[in-house]
């Protein structure tokens, strides 16, 4: 929320999912990077390059997994979505919206709930459906004129929860919106029509931060989701890839009892309920459209804790992934989203280089042709990085990058945790940052800082040779970029430009700390 107490989901969106980078401009790019890329790779893989064997084929390894994901990246980005005819549906169909909820601020709620009954375009019947079984909650739906549903415990979480609503409700399409996601209301005449094709299952619409204009560490997951909903769902909908999710969604009911309703056992139930839909035949739509506008995380143990579920969740995931019943290229675009959560692998072995070679000496490139490292990666690495801020139409920025590079540990720590098959547990992400500073938030990232910044300063006072320094520079642009993302963990009010204002008092349950969100079995 703003310091003037404006609600910034009742404004006007500032960004267009629809807008894209000309499509010639975007292949032009793809077409120089790949024989860049070429070039690189041909010399990297010569065996006189090779260094000391273990790291020369980590090395290889990370680099030729970076360039699977910027491969599939450049395929996904330089697809365009195909024309649909849109045929409307014949009457006022029924549609259930539900919005489920735990402990989120009424104030939060409450204007989800008031745009939800003004959705045009069918006959809506609105149900809250309230795990935290609060009398105000159900006084607010009430007064709103929404139907209010609480069930007995809370098993399954939000999955479980929009189960239980299902089994108690009948209208044959149903929509479901997280509680800070204020729709618009014409959600309904945007993508109710595309169910007119009785194979598509759920038509998905992008997940809009409203208070990234505030800066901060909501501006920059800002940037990242909008690379996601941008350029990359543009081009998974027209590889009918587009998966679920979880909210601004629009169900058909008989697609979701086909498959036994949403899973229970996953932390991203959306991700896998999209691959057991889309196993048995059923077909996914995206409207590139911002339709709902939502809070996102405003500080970092709220980043963390959400990056962690999406990861565990995904990575959890994979193996159903590689085994699914689905076209070839359908299958790859999930595979692509998967793997997406082992990146950070690849940064912290580029971290340990510099690090290695300055304590023993020992590089993965041989020393006589480490200087022409550069000259050979360096276009390759730009040009790949000019794609996807021209394909991402100027909205992807350098914050969100540090912020991905200094969430590197969540990707290691939920890799390890899916391999070792440890239990995870689904935490809300709060919908209001705290005012004060969260470095336990960014430990393994600060740490990481302070490694380099030590080993570069012992590296200094041993050897001053060319090699040293080259590596002493390569430690420090690790260190720019991981200060970078790190600081929000240590600025008050998660980096924002203006505080947030003060939370209603109202009683709220205990949140886990980030690193212990996901607990063993």
């Not at 997940?207 to 989701?225: K, R």
């Not at 035949?281 to 963390?304: F, H, I, K, N, T």
């Not at 945790?417 to 935490?427: K, N, Y």
Request: charged share 20%; with cysteine; hydrophobic share 45%.
């Amino acid at each position: 929320m703003r310091r003037d107490g404006a609600d910034p989901r009742l404004l006007p969106p500032r960004w267009d999912a629809g807008a894209a980078a000309p499509m010639r401009r975007v292949r032009l790019l793809v077409l120089i990077a790949l024989p860049l890329a070429a070039w690189y790779f041909g010399w990297l893989l010569q065996p006189d390059r090779i260094g000391q064997p273990v790291l020369y084929a980590m090395l290889v390894g990370a680099e030729l997994f970076n360039l699977a994901q910027a491969s599939g990246f450049w395929w996904t980005v330089t697809r365009a979505q195909r024309a649909r005819r849109r045929r409307p549906l014949s009457g006022r169909v029924k549609v259930d919206v539900m919005i489920p909820v735990y402990d989120e601020p009424v104030d939060v709620v409450e204007p989800t709930v008031a745009a939800a009954r003004r959705m045009s375009g069918a006959r809506v019947r609105v149900h809250l459906l309230d795990d935290g079984d609060r009398e105000e909650i159900m006084e607010m739906a009430e007064r709103q004129g929404a139907r209010y549903l609480r069930r007995g415990g809370n098993f399954g979480a939000k999955a479980g929860n929009v189960n239980a609503a299902l089994s108690r409700t009948s209208a044959p399409y149903v929509v479901v919106l997280d509680c800070d996601h204020v729709p618009d209301p014409r959600f309904l005449e945007w993508t109710l029509d595309l169910m007119a094709d009785e194979s598509v299952a759920y038509v998905q619409t992008p997940q809009y931060y409203a208070n990234s204009g505030s800066g901060g560490i909501a501006a920059a997951s800002w940037a990242q989701q909008a690379l996601f909903f941008g350029a990359i769902s543009r081009g998974k909908a027209a590889e009918g890839a587009m998966f679920c999710c979880g909210t601004n969604v629009l169900f058909r009911r008989t697609a979701l009892e086909s498959v036994g309703g949403f899973p229970l056992g996953s932390l991203t139930e959306d991700f896998e309920l999209s691959l057991k839909l889309q196993e048995r035949g059923w077909q996914s739509r995206y409207v590139p459209r911002v339709l709902a506008r939502g809070l996102g995380p405003e500080d970092m143990a709220s980043y963390v804790s959400q990056q962690q579920r999406w990861a565990r969740g995904c990575l959890g995931a994979l193996r159903s992934t590689l085994r699914a019943r689905l076209p070839l290229r359908v299958r790859i675009q999930y595979v692509l989203s998967s793997l997406y959560f082992l990146s950070g692998w690849t940064l912290l072995i580029y971290m340990s280089f510099p690090v290695i070679r300055l304590l023993t000496g020992a590089q993965p490139i041989a020393e006589g042709t480490a200087d022409q490292f550069l000259i050979h990666f360096a276009p390759y690495f730009v040009t790949a990085l000019i794609t996807v801020a021209v394909a991402g139409a100027g909205a992807y920025t350098f914050a969100a990058f540090a912020l991905a590079a200094a969430s590197f540990w969540i990707h290691v720590q939920a890799s390890i945790r899916a391999l070792l098959r440890r239990a995870g547990r689904f935490v809300v992400t709060p919908k209001r940052g705290a005012a004060k500073r969260q470095p336990r938030a960014a430990a393994p990232t600060l740490l990481a800082i302070a490694a380099l910044i030590a080993v570069s300063a012992y590296g200094l006072v041993r050897d001053r040779s060319p090699a040293t320094l080259n590596n002493v520079a390569f430690a420090l642009l690790h260190v720019s970029v991981l200060s970078s993302g790190a600081w929000y963990a240590l600025s008050r009010h998660g980096g924002k430009r203006e505080a947030s204002r003060p939370e209603p008092q109202q009683a709220k349950r205990p949140r886990p700390e980030p690193e212990l969100v996901e607990e063993a079995a």
